[in-house]
């Protein structure tokens, strides 16, 4: 059956992202809440929901809107993180159903907690109800058998009864009974400091372990953490055992040439993976470094898609020269300390510095873009950081680069 609905959330319209794209856009609001709304629409019609393929011209003549501010809304959206890199909105997931199965689903599970809350709530009403009898029946009891204790017979003897002989036989043998006793303790207070050296052996290890690690691998272990491990377990991190030492290493030569841009992306994609996360509900398995660096074969499983499910992050910035390799390394970095990581991946994703070209007075370069629009967008907004960067990057090289220039592909 065919989808014919989408979801707007609560205060759409006045939520709060939308008024920093219609400041940034220099927009009207109203103009913002209606292109968002016919994006949302365009999302839902798509064949992979949630995908944005909008054309600015309909928006503007449809919505009777300026066609310049319907892209300048659409650019802000990018920028802002609302719409990623592979033209999907970030929060359709958030707030949207997949199917109508799925939604029906949801309201049947729904339905079926309520039912369970309310026979949990009268069942634990009933065993309260029994309890406080059984209670009051106990009360009784006790006070009969206090009453009933001692009695004196016929001929004026006092008669001693049941509980007064079980009270007799529970009373411990003071001497043997105080040396277990001291003798538990002992073992306690011992197996507790041996409890405690062994946790100061095992955190010795490991610090050992990290010190002995070559600064390769511990910079790949910090990748992990900040783009997989951090959403695995919050506030815990991985550690390199002896294994996973070996197996990096191997990974390193074999598989991602040694280049560190490479584990970068492969990390990213494990951490954009709904299903290495382990948020697939009914799959059960969540993705571990250990997975991850075991086999050539893992790494080729994630590289080509198998866990993205179609949503696979795009490739980070290349480069085609060996020789300006370390200095555009230093130009996204120095890019993403001013824009942030988000930006820097949005817009220089897919991107390939393709050629160098030498003048009298320094060097041109050339970065080759995956699309027209991306390509427009840098130019407008980050040409002057790029160029700044380039010529900073290569003040001490034997060419210096004093400018870029921007081509598509094709």
Not at 177 to 195: G, I, P, Q, V
Not at 312 to 331: F, G, I, K
Request: charged content about 30%; overall charge positive; some cysteine.
């Amino acid at each position: 059956m065919t989808i014919e609905w989408y979801r707007v959330y609560h205060g759409m319209p006045e939520d709060a992202k939308l008024k920093v794209i219609a400041k940034r856009s220099k927009q009207l609001m109203t103009h913002v809440v209606t292109v968002w709304l016919c994006i949302l629409d365009a999302a839902s019609r798509h064949k992979t929901r949630g995908t944005v393929e909008v054309d600015s011209e309909q928006i503007a003549v449809v919505q009777d809107i300026d066609q310049k501010s319907v892209e300048a809304i659409i650019r802000a959206l990018y920028e802002k993180g609302m719409i990623d890199e592979n033209h999907r909105l970030t929060g359709w997931k958030i707030r949207q159903y997949a199917t109508d199965a799925e939604r029906a689903e949801k309201y049947r599970n729904s339905q079926k907690l309520a039912v369970a809350a309310t026979d949990s709530h009268a069942a634990s009403r009933d065993i309260t109800q029994r309890h406080a009898a059984k209670i009051d029946v106990t009360k009784g009891n006790g006070t009969s058998r206090k009453n009933s204790k001692k009695t004196p017979d016929t001929d004026g003897r006092v008669q001693i009864t049941d509980s007064d002989n079980r009270s007799a036989d529970s009373r411990p043998d003071s001497e043997a009974e105080k040396k277990t006793n001291s003798d538990r303790k002992l073992r306690a207070r011992a197996e507790k400091r041996e409890s405690e050296r062994e946790k100061q052996k095992i955190g010795g290890q490991a610090a050992d372990q990290k010190q002995n690690a070559s600064p390769i691998l511990l910079q790949m272990l910090d990748t992990w953490n900040a783009e997989v491990q951090s959403k695995l377990t919050t506030g815990q991190k991985a550690i390199l055992t002896p294994k996973r030492k070996e197996q990096m290493t191997q990974r390193w030569l074999d598989d991602f040439q040694q280049d560190m841009r490479a584990w970068k992306h492969y990390c990213h994609i494990i951490g954009a993976s709904e299903f290495c996360l382990g948020k697939i509900a009914g799959k059960g398995w969540t993705i571990d470094l250990s997975w991850a660096v075991e086999s050539s074969d893992h790494v080729a499983k994630i590289l080509e898609g198998g866990f993205s499910g179609g949503n696979h992050p795009s490739h980070p910035p290349a480069c085609d020269v060996p020789a300006l390799q370390e200095a555009w390394d230093r130009v996204l970095h120095g890019f993403e300390q001013k824009h942030g990581k988000a930006t820097c991946r949005s817009w220089l994703a897919n991107t390939t510095i393709t050629r160098v070209q030498k003048h009298c007075d320094g060097a041109l370069v050339t970065l080759r873009c995956p699309s027209k629009f991306s390509c427009e967008w840098i130019t407008q907004h980050y040409i002057a950081d790029l160029n700044r960067l380039w010529a900073n990057a290569t003040a001490l090289a034997d060419v210096r680069v004093t400018s870029i220039e921007l081509i598509t592909e094709g």
